[in-house]
């Protein structure tokens, strides 16, 4: 029997001479496993192998076997037609970075609709966005995501301006930790604005230095890593650091 649904690829490897193994985020099915044959045969490599690519948004018709842990697709085609991810740098390191942090957090073959619809919105915007927006998007992002995930920083004292947020309670705090998980002064500030920010245009109005952005970044990731076991090295990470600095 075979489904329909979108799906973002995270992931694709080379498998044999002529096929590709790709992890997949659909919105039916959650994290899955696709073995896609022939795709890279030389008729066909530059037509659909493109469609493999990190951070692609496909609609997908698959065989799915709830008792396999890999499955194979029927037929597949470009949900979206980005006009500027795939070939601007900068963009494309900044959503290769989003879907490897996606590829290390859902570990689970669960459905998860509202964070597929993110994602899914957040690369589309992406695709759009000028260029003070790209460079604050992987803060907003990495930020965000964190809500649909379950340990998003709590907001609600966000006004209070307390001077400390504690990122192993995921809480603004009136006093400083007795651990050195926690930001504050300005890293406050800008948290707080972030936290706040509800549409990816309104971060052309941040304004951040490369050494500020690359702190809240390692920051963001090691809130990350107190909230999830076995969270490694992002491969990306120096890749944007580089791209983001240029």
């Known amino acids: 029997m075979t489904h329909k649904t979108k799906a973002i690829i995270l992931r694709s490897i080379k498998y044999g001479e002529t096929s590709l193994v790709v992890t997949a985020f659909t919105g039916r099915f959650g994290l899955q496993t696709y073995l896609v044959n022939g795709v890279r ?5 530059n037509q659909h192998a493109v469609c493999f690519q990190p951070s692609a948004i496909l609609n997908m018709e698959m065989y799915h076997n709830e008792l396999k842990n890999m499955h194979r697709i029927k037929e597949y085609e470009f949900a979206h037609l980005y006009q500027q991810l795939f070939s601007k740098v900068i963009k494309n390191g900044v959503a290769l970075f989003m879907v490897e942090l996606l590829y290390n957090v859902l570990k689970q073959p669960e459905q998860n609709q509202p964070l597929f619809y993110f994602c899914e919105d957040a690369l589309m915007h992406l695709d759009e966005a000028p260029a003070p927006v790209t460079a604050n998007y992987p803060l907003y992002f990495i930020l965000h995501l964190s809500y649909f995930l379950g340990f998003k ?28 998980h926690f930001l504050s002064g300005e890293d406050v500030e800008i948290t707080t604005a972030l936290l706040q ?7 052309s109005s941040l304004s951040l230095n490369k050494q500020k ?5 390692l920051k963001y990731l090691d809130y990350y890593r107190l909230h999830f076991q076995n969270f490694g090295q992002l491969k990306t990470l120096p890749v944007l650091e580089e791209i983001l600095n240029n």
């Open 41 to 45: 045969a030389s008729a066909k490599k």
């Open 153 to 180: 920083i709590n907001e609600e004292d966000a006004g209070k301006q307390y001077g400390y947020i504690d990122l192993q309670e995921g809480a603004f705090a009136e006093k400083q930790p007795h651990h050195p």
């Open 197 to 203: 920010t509800r549409l990816p245009a309104e971060l």
């Open 213 to 217: 952005r690359k702190h809240l970044l």
